[in-house]
């Protein structure tokens, strides 16, 4: 058991250091991608009342833009190579103190949201399977259907009008915490933890309120994919022979569906939701937006109108990083699921 | 075969609900006395100085920091902003200006204490005035519109006592030292955190204060919240009292939805920067406070490139001025919020009066507008684009869509350029973009400044990159002009060639709507276009 844990980490670390040059690949990219586009921000920021060349030229310099493009390549490697991933320009913060402290509220929001779109999406799936074309299946499928075609903002804004405004029973949507609510000591950055941890439960509670309206408008988008993909492998796993011998020998429905069908229908689910993951945790950025959640989409995307470059490149690079992350957690967990994969 | 139970989906959405029915904490006590600002920008940096600062930076400056002298308030139709010509002390007590112009003279309150309780000297403030001219901040550009470029001019005359020299009688002066950038710092503070390289201690000032003023900064996360906390000791608004709100929170929420429901529901306060079609309909319901005041500082128009064909050519500007769908165009960026600046009559065709900006003669005449491209040489029309930038969407996108239309009927063909900020503003540094729409505000509107700043030198203000050596020399000579006839003469003028080259077309100046709860009170249009926290109360 030992060596197989070990020989994990160890396949594990390799995995990590053979992402390293695709990492370097996406910083050069984006690096250069952000060069390339129209837009030139010194400009940009200049705009207060009066500012004119002077002010743009001086802007320029303190972004380092005076120097050439493979100049300026050379200085962000170092830096980053020192853990310094530049200043912004928008917020006038460290790139890496602003991603440090939404990077928290958007990992909270992406992970409860996939909690409960794995709750809901499972189930469903599980259950239109059971019954192919029947007014179940159809059923569910028409409520992915709507989760899926409504985007996250217009579900976003209706659920604020229904929840918050007409029926006053959510919190005001603004951010993660009510503003009059003072913060728990910062330890995980996650503050439903942070405000456990504390022992704080009327400020556990309103972090929660808080966090419900986002991660549910979230969820509603995500929940189709991932109820498809469950009613498709489930299909597949029904009707295999395992299945068929199961029932055949008289085992009860119970054993049959959860522990043969769904155990071995769980594999392309983890897939997808390794995906969805990563794809939602950039792409949240509509709802961060309606709900003021202070987290990292945001802020790329006001970096990227305003072309603050260091913020879009830390984003990216971020993001980078946590999708290999995630691909091999994936792994670990196709591991956990079915023995016979490993990891390699 | 059975079903799977719901149980799992159903206890999901039985939690959901739960948590949502948790009734709202109260907070009754100090709520009344705090003042909850909501807003789609937020403050990047504690120092307005900063190149790069936004709006929302001024707005909190003027409330942490003092200046020497601040700008008055007056009605204007029935409504307070800010008045330009009325200027008092605020860290002087009072001001003298020389008979010949040329000097003033401020002497400090001697009651006034920086934040950490050290009084405000003379020393403090020539430090401070002295950043604002050397270091390479805003303030340096700003100032310089007011003659006031060069640490020799202000000279301490006793510890209560600042001397100002000018290099010639300038009206603008004064009222550039009521602006947000000259503001007075605690110098012994400040010079504690400068470093070799950075001697006037930017980098510090940027997320730490050192100021005199109302309130004292409590928290600040950069992109997300301010809050502040009153200064007990401020008296500087009404005599031995501070400012209202003991706590003000301003606080960015992106979407403007989200802000008009927060105001209605009564957890916000105060806000500015709604949608149109919001504002409509909260005033329409009548719960709510709506303050609607016409910028007066600030206009929106279509600029042509006068350097570039066709618009190059007087008559094509003309024509594209007489084409333009004003009225619908107003009614659909702006719900009618706003003052017009088209569709005035002018009796004997000269300019009503020296003022800019101005209500121009023009109004939506397709027949005289195809004249006019007849006369340019292009009966056929011409194909262009439209450009503005996504920060203006709301506005400019129907306005886009209509003027569009409006150009197909002659003949001009038009394309809709939507550019990112940034983009756009490059564009138009470089002088790129043939037709757009933009919008401008001068903090200290005068005549000869708006003419100066927007109509003159081969620069980024200069959006319609025109180059008329007339204009240029009577707005020039107006800025010195001290005979309040001859620059009223000078005005006109300049007016009466604005309409006839007709480099841009000025649409209107859009309303500042501020929406605040009914018991908000003294709300007053600034000339920064934000909320001075200072002005308002609670019934």
């Known amino acids: 058991m030992m060596t197989g844990l070990g020989a994990t980490v160890a396949r594990a670390g390799r995995r990590l250091l053979s992402s390293l040059p695709a990492l370097f690949g996406v910083l050069v990219f984006t690096f250069l991608l952000m060069r390339v586009l129209p837009g030139d921000p010194a400009v940009f920021f200049a705009s207060g009342p009066n500012a004119g060349k002077e002010e743009i030229e001086q802007i320029r310099k303190q972004m380092g833009l005076d120097k050439s493009v493979p100049e300026q390549l050379v200085f962000y490697l170092s830096d980053i190579g020192r853990g310094n991933l530049g200043r912004s320009m928008m917020t006038g913060q460290p790139v890496l103190k602003d991603l440090r402290e939404r990077l928290p509220a958007s990992l909270e929001l992406t992970f409860t949201a996939l909690l409960i779109a794995l709750l809901a999406a499972v189930p469903l799936g599980v259950v239109a399977a059971l019954k192919p074309g029947s007014l179940v299946d159809h059923g569910v499928r028409l409520f992915c259907a709507l989760g899926v075609c409504v985007p996250t903002f217009v579900s976003g804004l209706l659920l604020i009008y229904v929840f918050y405004y007409l029926l006053g029973l959510a919190p005001d949507p603004t951010g993660r915490i009510d503003v009059f609510t003072s913060l728990p000591p910062q330890r995980t950055g996650f503050l439903s933890v942070d405000f456990l941890l504390a022992g704080d439960i009327e400020g556990w509670w309103a972090a929660c309120k808080q966090l419900i309206l986002p991660a549910l408008s979230m969820a509603l988008f995500v929940i189709a994919p991932l109820a498809r993909i469950t009613r498709a492998s489930m299909l597949v796993s029904l009707g295999s022979d395992f299945v068929r011998t199961a029932r055949s020998v008289g085992l009860s429905w119970q054993k049959v569906v959860v522990t043969y069908a769904l155990r071995n229908a769980i594999l392309p689910v983890i897939t997808i939701a390794g995906i969805v993951f990563s794809t939602m945790l950039g792409a949240n950025v509509l709802v961060e937006k309606v709900f003021s959640w202070p987290g990292v989409a945001s802020y790329a995307l006001d970096a990227l109108l305003s072309s603050d470059y260091a913020p879009v490149q830390g984003f990216v690079l971020l993001m980078a990083g946590i999708f290999v992350l995630v691909n091999l957690v994936v792994d670990v967990c196709y591991g956990i699921a079915d023995p016979r994969v490993s990891i390699g | ?539």
């Not at chain 2, 001001?95 to 403090?124: C, I």
């Not at chain 2, 550039?176 to 980098?203: F, M």
């Not at chain 2, 550019?419 to 037709?435: G, H, R, V």
């Open chain 2, 1 to 539: 075969m059975r079903f799977v139970s719901f149980r799992p989906a159903s206890s999901v959405l039985a939690t959901a609900a739960l948590l949502l029915v948790a009734a709202a904490p109260s907070h009754a006590q100090t709520r009344a006395e705090t003042l909850r600002y909501v807003t789609g920008a937020s403050v990047n940096t504690l120092d307005p100085n900063i190149p790069g600062s936004t709006r929302e930076s001024f707005a909190l400056s003027m409330s942490t920091y003092d200046r020497l002298v601040a700008f008055g308030r007056k009605q204007l139709s029935g409504k307070w902003v800010f008045d330009l010509d009325k200027i008092t002390g605020e860290l002087a007590e009072s001001y003298d200006v020389s008979p010949d112009g040329l000097k003033l003279t401020f002497r400090l309150r001697k009651d006034a204490k920086f934040q950490d309780g050290s009084p405000v000297t003379a020393e403090d403030v020539k430090w401070s005035l002295d950043r604002c001219v050397t270091a390479p901040i805003l303030g340096k550009a700003q100032l310089l519109t007011g003659s006031l470029t060069s640490a020799d001019q202000f000279k301490v005359i006793d510890p209560l006592t600042i001397e100002v020299t000018l290099p010639k009688p300038d009206k603008l002066a004064l009222p550039n030292l009521a602006t947000v950038y000259p503001l007075i710092i605690n110098s012994k503070v400040a010079k504690e955190h400068a470093t070799p390289e950075d001697p006037w201690a930017t980098a510090w000032l940027k997320e730490h204060t050192a100021g005199s003023g109302a309130y004292v900064i409590e928290s600040f996360k950069p992109g997300e919240q301010v809050i502040i906390k009153r200064n007990e000791d401020w008296n500087r608004g009404s005599p031995d009292k501070p400012a209202f709100f003991k706590r003000v929170i301003v606080q960015s929420v992106p979407e403007p939805a989200t802000r008009a429901n927060l105001v209605e529901r009564g957890d916000a306060d105060l806000v500015v920067d709604l949608q149109a079609s919001d504002v409509q309909s909260l005033e329409a319901k009548g719960k709510l406070k709506v303050i609607s005041t016409p910028q007066y500082n600030s206009i929106t128009f279509v600029s042509m490139n006068n350097q570039i064909p066709p618009f190059d050519n007087v008559n094509v500007r003309r024509a594209v001025a007489f084409a333009l769908p004003y009225e619908d165009m107003f009614k659909a960026a702006l719900f009618g919020r706003g003052a017009p600046l088209f569709g005035a009559t002018w009796p004997d065709g000269k300019p009503l009066n020296g003022i800019y900006p101005f209500q121009a003669p023009v109004k939506t005449d397709l027949d005289k507008a195809r004249e006019y491209l007849k006369a340019a040489g292009l009966p056929e029309g011409f194909s262009t684009t439209f450009s503005f930038n996504v920060g203006q969407a709301s506005t400019a996108e129907p306005m886009a869509a209509l003027v569009k239309e409006s150009l197909a009927k002659i003949g001009i063909k038009v394309d809709i350029q939507k550019l990112p900020d940034a983009q756009m503003s490059t564009q138009i540094n470089e002088k790129k973009l043939p037709l757009f729409t933009e919008g401008i505000v001068a903090w200290l509107p005068s005549t000869d400044y708006f003419y100066r700043n927007f109509y003159t030198g081969n620069q980024r203000w200069n959006y319609s990159s025109i180059n008329n050596p007339e204009l240029a020399a009577i707005a020039q000579e107006a800025r010195f002009e001290p005979d309040k006839a001859k620059y009223e003469e000078d005005g006109r003028k300049l007016n009466a060639i604005h309409f006839s080259e007709m480099p841009q077309i000025p649409l209107w100046q859009p309303n500042q709507d501020a929406v605040m709860a009914s018991s908000i009170e003294g709300y007053t249009y600034e000339f920064h276009r934000q909320v001075d926290y200072r002005d308002v109360s609670r019934k």
